[in-house]
């Protein structure tokens, strides 16, 4: 099934897992990676769901085409490649801020349809879109915030113990090192938030079994 969210002819739309349960009592939204599209995370959504019965589960595409995978891969927003290969993140605090807004239109659309309320509700982001869901989670306080493999890029605002983040991060990732998730951490705590992080072991730029059991755990206390 598709769900469309227009505003300012931008056209989100994603896959998503409804449940058995007449009336969801939670709302999970995947934000996936740079160049890939929301088929690719929600493929988590059944992981999920046996530990979240009630949860509708969403994952949504990113409003960009990507110029770099032009077989459906999508992006939140567009890379600065330097001419050596190396990326300028000199305009991605900008970026990253634009593309939250469209998203908020996407979250509130899906907890007005479902009357979910921002307590009961949780972001789960890879990549580019961990750094969305960061974006998100710290101007708007949401039941929990799960970041794989991601990095923290506006961080002036500032936080208290109510907002619930966690940090999974792959040992060997080389995309992201895991020196972003320390900094990340570092800087989320100095603002004021709760954050835990976990390392996966032996693990490069992705998401494995580990990483999804510590991740079901966090959203099981933070649902408490």
Known sequence: MKVLVMKNEILITGPNLKQKAD????????FHGWGSNGDDLIQLAPLFAKHFPTAFFISPNGPEACPQNPYGGRQWFGLNFNNDGSIDRSEMPKKVSTASEQAKIFIKHWQNELSISDDK??????SQGSMLTLEIGTNILLGGLLCYSGSF???NIPLNEKYKIML?????????????MINAKEDLKNLGAKVISHTCSNLEHSINE?????GIEFIKKCNI
């Open 210 to 214: 580990d990483g999804i059991n510590k």
């Open 121 to 126: 509700t949780f972001l789960i982001g890879f």
């Open 168 to 180: 999974i991060h792959g040992e060997l990732d080389k995309v992201i090192p895991i020196k972003s």
């Open 153 to 155: 890029i506006n961080h």
């Open 23 to 30: 009336k969801p009592e939670m709302l999970i939204i995947f």
